[in-house]
């Protein structure tokens, strides 16, 4: 039972599961009727829609006049038409502000202060009391009728800031990983011999067979545009005949693509992207040797657009999707000015580029339609992608630099995913791997070197933070451990980078959730058990909650609390993921026993409490010694493929050879999400020592 | 001796064998000291140069007010600084002016008739007295001082006629040539089945899955372009998967270029161009069968820089070489507009497209940097092109059509030459062979199966009417026969068209002096010996000629005459070709008794008379039926390779195979020049029967 996310004062069943917002029998209707949802076959709105309640609509205002919108504190100033949404001038001003829901008014995260001047803000239950004293409003849900200056809360300030597992420890696990490094755009220096009446062949000939003699590459199959074609003969002659050649190497021949006078002994380097929906990682790669020469992240700026995969399509069926293409690269091109920065180097050194996502994410980047992948029967556009260069796609770095999109089986299950496995290695090994990277979504591969199968779990952004009052990514502030005292009932916190926290993110909310029910704070439903009085209690007008740190503890003067929706949201994520675990094991006809390791991998930070994990009912009950966490997946894959050929190609098969299961169409996946939301499940047999300890009140 | 060009009342010795003007002492000096020129071996004024002459310089002029310029009867008009050329001004309004020097002064070709206005011109003698009366002026020889309007009277005012030789006859030699078509760019239609939740693959796996079904293309080595994949998804669903794709065959993999919905029934097009330096032909071809739809020529626009390749190079580097590169394309593209119009087609249609040209032709056209092949050791930038798209190079055809452009092994033979090869089929023959293509230029090529040699013999412009006073290409209006009658010496005049003469061409010139020797009217040297008071007899201040038709029976008003300098500039020409036969045999350890067959190609039209070349030692002394005259083979190689991978790649093998004889470099080949500069030789043993014929003056 919820609150109606449009009339916060009548209590109501009906939760759509996927935006995860409640709605009363007057609101109840589907908001994405014609969008793939993963929920839908055992969604109650969907079968009401479906039986012929009448859609919304409606959503249009009439506008006229022009105002002006002012943000502070960066003082930038807008035009608006009379009825726009602050959420919309905020867009086109590129105000970065966190619209995780896409301006649905679900999650609560847009918020503004308004400092002066007239606008209109439909009625919210995300906001407390004391916000809306403050005057904080929803920018979704707030129009402009005046001039007017508005103020970007702390909170709301998207941050630059590092993610967490990134560090040095990550980053030297990867080094030499790649020992016979193939990168696909490479320089040849070639000293050229002058022509004389007795050797006139063309400048283009001389070159070429300067290149077959230096033995680098293969001049049988070599292209060259015409732009090369026409700077060659002053190029070639300025420097007395000595040059370097840029040279891609594609899958259907080479091409020289650029040709500059005189040798070079400058480093040639990389960038490997793990282009994330919510989090954008990149590395700056020494190509000689694979040094990583810095290591950056920061937020997608399309969350704008919407925290899922569905919200960014959505999003660009109505905007185009050139604006989501640009939002991303703007993300993307920062991260890589913040490396050329920070490593002093040139940007036309970046000849080489590896970009790792999901498949919505890769069609965004490129600019190609993604709508038909959210339509039944979900099928994307391009799977395998054409080497192609920076200049095309708009990636700043040498404009001829080549880019590698690592390919991706099925429209839910993408590049990042085969990024994971050949990181992983699995498709090599002999025993049988549960492979499960936990991001936005949650994608799950299981096989070995004979066979690969994959699925998606739609395990929703709640462990990256979507959803969750006080939810954050593993960032700077995040609260990222917790262990609590079962005679005093006060948490212990690890807050990542040792400040005052912020919010917690997907580590701290599986320990949270597993000390709550340890100790008896909430029972094995998610409720609340705690007396109401109780210090750590919090009980507002709309939901009930426990307090992980008072106001006076926090960075954000506001006490943080994990509600019970929140805990309800949690509950259907882990539960997603087991059932994924469960329904894929079955599709090959195994079960748990017969898997001899499970790999994690995603947005978890440096740290994940397997136990913790287990005691949820996330993971299934195994000897902790079969469980690996492997941090970031994506970037290292990217990473692997940027250096080496062999690795390219081995991504390629990985993604040919894996069978991809629709969990959307799979009536038996729904049955045991039903009866994974349960802590830790409804079958507990399944959980005989968490059981034990429970019994235990260990 | 002649006049000086600058100094019409002295006589000198001094001639610029290159341009073809003589200068007196004062003026003495080399104009292009610093370029390529075959003659510079046995140039007097190069050496005179060399010993310490000044240079010229002082060719700037102070500007600075501007004036307008009117052209009639376009009345096009155009701003002018204060003494800008009027050939400036005209180039600047894309007048097509005739001006086959560059505006040297020299070829007295680029008249106008000032109507009003301050102008200054320098004198001339290449005006007549009653030209002057009427006020004519050389627009490169005139500046603009205040506002003008000038008219281009009929004689200089580029025509847009059929190229003779181009009719029925020579297309139908063609149609048929080419059995087994396979063009560079196929269209292939395509019936997908629709994506199913069982059959999930992306759209592009689809597209090439159906594509490698069709067997008409290797999917193996298939690339497509970002724009393509873009536009994929919604291409694929408009017409229930019902698509044809557009790919063109490279020579490193294939490359889908487009994608359409639906199935096309619509005929495939290809243009075949011969880009020559003076006139472009056109052809339009249904790509299904070889027929040709229709046919077209006209004067390249680059012309108004000069008529030979030389003077081009120049200009590009004066002007820049996109300059040169807009002239051809404007030409070029309006020929094609002509087609378009004619056959009644839709450009989309021509997909296709092959350019057979000299190097420096399609140097220029591709904006490749020229100037390199002008200078010792005379070097192209690029002899084999890849396959480009037409929107690449400006080519108005179907934007993603493919173009080939035909290879050539040297500088100074290109792929107009690999081309007549190409169609003469020499290549493939037991026999050995000598081709000769008589263009702008003079190529010669000795060969059979076993080796190809060939050489450039820099014959002039005179054949193609440059440096000629009444010299003009073989179209409408051209003197293309001439017989003189002993009696009377009076001359029987044959007309391409049939119309009134306007001027002479090569063939009329070749008859009219192997006439005018036969009769007695000029002796061995090209000196007149008949009376002076003749009736046929001209004489003006500066020269003495005779007159092939009287004022009253050509189209211009005025009398056509073949002058002595007229003569000389032809045996200047026919001897370039006869000693570059001589000397390319004897590269090859040769001579004419082993030479089985004698092909002639070029822009002579659909008439030439072998006998009456051999009377003027333009050809040698052997059986007439050794001799082939095969009209245009550059247009006749580009329609089967526009046609045929057979055929292209046999012109790439052609190019590869060739040696290269430097002329420029060959002392005896200076010599043997010198000693054909008599009619018919100055070894009068290689031709007897000549001097039978002219002892019996027949």
């Known amino acids: 039972m919820g609150y109606c996310i449009n009339h916060p004062d009548r209590q109501t069943q009906y939760l759509c599961m996927k935006d995860n917002i409640y709605f009363c029998e007057d609101c109840l209707t589907c908001r994405n009727s014609e969008i793939y949802c993963k929920f839908r076959q055992s969604c109650p709105i969907w079968f009401i829609v479906k039986k012929g309640f009448k859609s919304w609509g409606g959503d249009e205002k009439p506008v006229s006049t022009e105002y002006s919108v002012t943000f502070q504190p960066e003082n930038k100033q807008i035009k608006v038409k009379d009825g726009e949404s602050l959420l919309e001038a905020a867009q086109r001003a590129e105000i970065p502000l966190n619209a995780s829901c896409n301006g649905k008014g679900a999650c609560g995260k847009c918020k503004l202060v308004v400092d002066s001047g007239n606008i209109k803000s439909e009625p919210t239950a995300l906001l407390t009391q004391e916000e809306k004293s403050k005057n904080y409003v929803l920018a979704c849900k707030t129009t402009v009728h005046g001039d007017i200056t508005v103020r970007i809360p702390e909170e709301t300030i998207e941050r630059n800031l590092k993610v967490a597992g990134m560090g040095e420890a990550a980053t030297k696990r990867l080094q030499g990983l790649v020992d016979n490094i193939s990168p696909i755009s490479i320089d040849i220096n070639l000293q050229l011999s002058a022509p004389t009446l007795e050797d006139p062949v063309s400048d283009l000939d001389r070159l070429y067979r300067g290149l077959s003699k230096s033995k680098q590459v293969d001049t049988d199959h070599l292209n060259i545009s ?148 959210r339509r039944e029967p979900y099928i994307p556009s391009v799977s395998d992608f054409p080497i192609m260069q920076a200049k095309d796609i708009g990636l700043k770095i040498n404009p001829q630099g080549a880019v590698f999109v690592l390919p991706g089986p099925a429209s839910y299950v993408g590049g990042d995913i085969v990024a994971g496995v050949l990181y992983t290695g699995l498709h090599n090994k002999d025993h049988m791997t549960l492979f499960i990277d936990v991001g936005t979504n949650g994608e799950i591969v299981l096989g070995n070197k004979d066979f690969l199968m994959t699925a998606s779990c739609s395990a929703g952004p709640a462990f990256e933070g979507g959803g969750v009052r006080w939810g954050m990514r593993a960032e700077e502030g995040a609260i990222e451990k917790v262990v609590i005292s079962k005679d005093t009932l006060a948490p212990e916190i690890g807050v990542v980078g040792d400040v005052k926290p912020r919010g917690i993110c997907g580590s701290g909310m599986i320990d ?187």
């Open 226 to 373: 015409l732009k090369v074609m026409q700077e060659l003969a002053e190029v070639m002659r300025n420097d007395d005949w000595s040059v370097h050649a840029s040279i891609i190497r594609k899958r259907c021949g080479n091409e020289v693509v650029a040709i500059h006078s005189g040798t070079t002994q400058e480093a040639s380097l990389g960038v490997a992207v793990d282009l994330g929906t919510t989090s954008i990682v990149v590395y700056l790669v020494d190509m000689a040797n694979g040094d990583i020469l810095g290591a950056t992240s920061g937020h997608n700026r399309q969350a704008a657009c919407g925290d899922d995969v569905i919200n960014r399509v959505v999003c660009a069926e109505k905007n185009g999707v050139k604006k989501l293409s640009t939002m991303v690269l703007a993300t993307i091109n920062g991260l890589i000015n913040e490396l050329i920065h920070s490593a002093n180097i040139k940007r036309e050194q970046i000849k080489n580029a590896t970009i790792s996502g999901n498949t919505i994410m890769t069609h965004l980047l490129l600019q190609i339609e993604p709508k038909y992948i």
């Open 512 to 698: 949270l959730i597993s000390e709550m029910m340890m100790c008896g704070i909430i029972n094995q439903s998610g409720k609340f058990q705690l007396d109401e009085n109780h210090p750590r209690m919090m009980r507002d007008d709309y939901d009930i909650g426990y307090i992980i740190a008072y106001e006076n503890e926090t960075n954000v003067d506001k006490d943080i609390v994990f509600t019970e929706t929140d805990i309800d949201n949690l509950i259907r994520s882990k539960g997603a993921i087991y059932a994924g675990f469960l329904v894929l094991l079955e599709e090959a006809g195994m079960d748990f026993s017969m898997v001899d390791e499970i790999i994690l991998t995603g947005g978890f930070g440096q740290y994940l409490n397997i136990e913790k994990a287990i005691n949820i009912g996330m993971l299934p009950e195994l000897d902790q010694s079969k469980f690996h966490y492997m941090g970031n997946s994506s970037i290292a894959g990217a990473y692997m493929c940027l250096l080496s050929d062999r690795y390219r190609s081995d991504a390629r098969q990985i993604s040919n050879n894996m069978t991809y299961i629709d969990f959307s169409s799979n009536n038996h996946y729904m049955d045991e999400f039903t009866s994974a939301l349960f802590l830790p499940h409804t079958n507990i047999n399944s959980f005989p020592t968490v059981m034990q300890k429970i019994k235990e009140g260990k």
